[in-house]
Structures are given as C-alpha cells and as structure tokens.
C-alpha cells in the first residue's frame, strides 16, 4: 500500500460516454487539467457504452492529443452501470474517480475528494443537494424507493449518494469481485463498506444532449434496486399474506356467529364472488412478484459477461507490481 499522505498518487478517472459527443471536446480537457493540479500520474478511462453519435471519432481524436486517455469501446449500449464495471475493471490507480461524461460533475470537487481520500477515507461519495431540477412525483418516488431498499436492511443505501464519488484501490478491488448481472451501483459501494465520507454538491445543469434517466429509466434501476438489493417486497408479500388470513379468520368466526347466535342466514353469493376475485388477484400479483424474482436468477445463473469490449486504445497507469 502506498504512503496516501507523501507519494504522488496515481489517479484514475472513469467516464462512462453514451452519445456525448458534443460534450466530450469539453469535458475531457477540462477533467485532464483537474486531474494534473492533483497528481503527475492520471488516467482517464473514457468508456463508450455504445453510443449512437460519433462519440468514438471525437474520443479517438482526443485520445491523439491526451496521452492519458484510455478508450473502451463496449460492443453496444449495456447502459451505465456496465459500461462503470467496464471502468472499474480497466483502473490502475491508487485513487479510482468515477464522473459523468456531460458535465454535470464539477470539476472542483476532486481536489476535496482527494484530500479526503489522503486522510484515510477510502470511499468519499458525493450527495447532491437538492433535487429542484426534478418534479415533485420523482422526488417523492426517490424517497420511497430509499425508504423500501433500506427498510430492515443491514447494509444502508445512503440516499441521494450519486455515481459521483473516489473510490480507493481496495475498494475497486472489492468491487470486482462482485459477480452480479443486474447491478445497481449505489448498492455495491454501500455493501462493500470501507471508511467512507459523504460532501455535498449541487450538479451542474448538463452540457448538452438529454438525460437517459427520465421516469422511465428511473423506474428501471429502482426496480433493480429494489429487486436486486432487497428482499423487502418478498417480505411484504408475507405480511400481507399475513394480514388477510387475519381478516379471514375474523370474518368467519364472525359469521359462524351470527349464524348460531343471531340467527342470520349469510347469503354468501356476493361475498364470495368479491372474496375470490380478490384473492386471486392478490396471489397473482405475488406470483408476479416472486417470478421478477425468478427471472432475475435466472438471468444471474446464466453467468453472461457483464459488457463486451469492442475494442480499445490507449495505454494508461502502467502495472506497478505490490512491492512499490
Ligand atoms: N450513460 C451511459 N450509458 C447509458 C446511459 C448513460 O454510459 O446507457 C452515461 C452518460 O453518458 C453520462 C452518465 O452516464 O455520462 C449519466 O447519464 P445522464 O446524464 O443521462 O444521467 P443523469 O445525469 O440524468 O443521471
Ligand atoms: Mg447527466
């Protein structure tokens, strides 16, 4: 392990890239300088997570100029969760920064991260301070969704903890070994553990282009989230199992007495139909449940890469054996 506090830290920067080429010109360049201000040895890992633009020419181009530049070009849109592992995989340095690629991460905060970093913090992530740029529907399901995945968890998922973040070596090792298909990010880091450190930002609006999580990519990775990373809706599915063969229960010994202590005949028609027609939608609506469950293994069982890589250029940190 290195000195944090005297060596010059080798530094890696990963942006995972999906139809940024209006953005790239800007944003490399301005991350590079960031990065030489902290360190003479830096990366930065430019993934394109199978953009549709001209995302790699203009990379290629950059990659011409900035020797630092290390390009992998996935074989198609595996979405950004991949094309992070992809990343993750290909970083070299002692101090792994994670960024995204339109310019909504500023630049200023890496000098903060690392001086945390230098003081022994081996994750510091970043939280962003409000959410005005999104409806009150979204910031209402976000704090559900947190709500749900923390729910009786052990691992906490911190809430609002963004991409944005510094990862140390040991933990972008810790990571790797993480064998999941279906990955939510957020989940990962938070299981891991390690000393972490939450700083605060507000994101910049994005340079150009749209985002590629409105609601429904939103809704997407919540469902992963949730799914991936809580047994909660299972044990929801017990409690309200629960809960009704409670009400039943009442209901039927309240029936017998009327029928032997009041002397009402239960005309029982009415009652059944809805009972059954509510039943069964209840138990469908487990087995849909339980079979998101099931799909999701059977995904994990296949044992499918997790991304492909097309192909790749540039060079980046060399190999330092453990010794140095
Ligand atoms: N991204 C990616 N693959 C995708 C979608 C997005 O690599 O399938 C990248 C995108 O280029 C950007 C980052 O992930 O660098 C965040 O995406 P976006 O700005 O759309 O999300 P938001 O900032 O709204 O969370
Ligand atoms: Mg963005």
Same mark, same amino acid.
């Given at each position: 392990?290195?000195?944090? =506090?005297?060596?010059?830290?080798?530094?890696?920067?990963?942006?995972?890239?999906?139809?940024?080429?209006?953005?790239?010109?800007?944003?490399?360049?301005?991350?590079?300088?960031?990065?030489?201000?902290?360190?003479?040895?830096?990366?930065?890992i430019?993934?394109?997570?199978?953009?549709?633009?001209?995302?790699?020419?203009?990379? =290629?181009?950059?990659?011409?100029?900035?020797?630092?530049?290390?390009?992998?070009?996935?074989?198609?849109?595996?979405?950004?969760?991949?094309?992070?592992?992809?990343?993750?995989?290909?970083?070299?340095?002692?101090?792994?920064?994670?960024?995204?690629?339109?310019?909504?991460?500023?630049?200023?905060?890496?000098?903060?991260?690392?001086?945390?970093?230098?003081?022994?913090?081996?994750?510091?992530?970043?939280?962003?301070?409000?959410?005005?740029?999104?409806?009150?529907?979204?910031?209402?399901?976000?704090?559900?969704?947190?709500?749900?995945?923390n729910?009786?968890?052990?691992?906490k998922?911190?809430?609002?903890?963004?991409?944005?973040?510094?990862?140390?070596?040991?933990?972008v090792?810790?990571?790797?070994?993480?064998?999941?298909?279906?990955?939510?990010?957020?989940?990962?880091?938070?299981?891991?553990?390690?000393?972490?450190l939450?700083?605060?930002?507000?994101?910049?609006?994005?340079?150009?282009?749209?985002?590629?999580?409105?609601?429904?990519g939103?809704?997407?990775?919540?469902?992963?989230?949730?799914?991936?990373?809580?047994?909660?809706?299972?044990?929801?599915?017990?409690?309200?199992?629960?809960?009704?063969?409670?009400?039943?229960?009442?209901?039927?010994?309240?029936?017998?007495?009327?029928?032997?202590?009041?002397?009402?005949?239960?005309?029982?028609?009415?009652?059944?139909?809805?009972?059954?027609?509510?039943?069964a939608?209840?138990?469908?609506?487990?087995?849909?449940?339980?079979?998101?469950?099931?799909?999701?293994?059977?995904?994990?069982?296949?044992?499918?890469?997790?991304?492909?890589?097309?192909?790749?250029?540039?060079?980046?940190?060399?190999?330092?054996?453990?010794?140095?």
């Amino acid at each position: 392990m290195i000195d944090r =506090a005297t060596a010059a830290p080798r530094l890696s920067c990963i942006l995972p890239a999906y139809n940024e080429a209006t953005n790239l010109p800007r944003v490399v360049p301005e991350v590079l300088a960031a990065l030489a201000r902290l360190s003479p040895h830096v990366e930065l890992i430019l993934v394109n997570d199978g953009s549709r633009d001209d995302t790699w020419a203009v990379a =290629a181009q950059l990659c011409l100029q900035h020797p630092q530049l290390v390009l992998i070009d996935l074989s198609r849109n595996f979405g950004k969760e991949a094309a992070l592992s992809a990343g993750l995989d290909h970083a070299r340095g002692d101090a792994v920064f994670i960024m995204d690629a339109d310019g909504q991460h500023p630049t200023a905060l890496l000098a903060d991260m690392l001086a945390a970093w230098t003081r022994g913090f081996d994750v510091v992530y970043t939280v962003r301070r409000t959410r005005t740029d999104q409806s009150v529907l979204q910031r209402r399901l976000t704090r559900l969704f947190y709500g749900l995945v923390n729910w009786q968890a052990r691992v906490k998922v911190p809430p609002n903890a963004g991409d944005f973040r510094l990862l140390d070596a040991r933990v972008v090792q810790a990571l790797r070994l993480m064998p999941e298909r279906h990955r939510f990010m957020k989940g990962l880091y938070a299981w891991v553990g390690f000393r972490s450190l939450a700083l605060d930002y507000e994101p910049l609006p994005r340079l150009a282009g749209e985002t590629r999580f409105g609601l429904r990519g939103a809704f997407g990775l919540g469902a992963t989230g949730l799914l991936a990373f809580s047994a909660t809706p299972l044990r929801l599915m017990g409690v309200g199992g629960i809960l009704l063969s409670l009400a039943a229960l009442f209901y039927g010994s309240w029936v017998v007495f009327e029928y032997h202590f009041l002397g009402i005949d239960v005309p029982g028609y009415a009652t059944i139909v809805a009972g059954m027609m509510f039943l069964a939608g209840v138990q469908l609506m487990s087995i849909g449940l339980l079979s998101e469950y099931v799909a999701r293994i059977y995904d994990e069982v296949k044992r499918r890469p997790l991304y492909l890589v097309a192909r790749q250029t540039g060079h980046g940190l060399p190999d330092v054996p453990d010794a140095a």
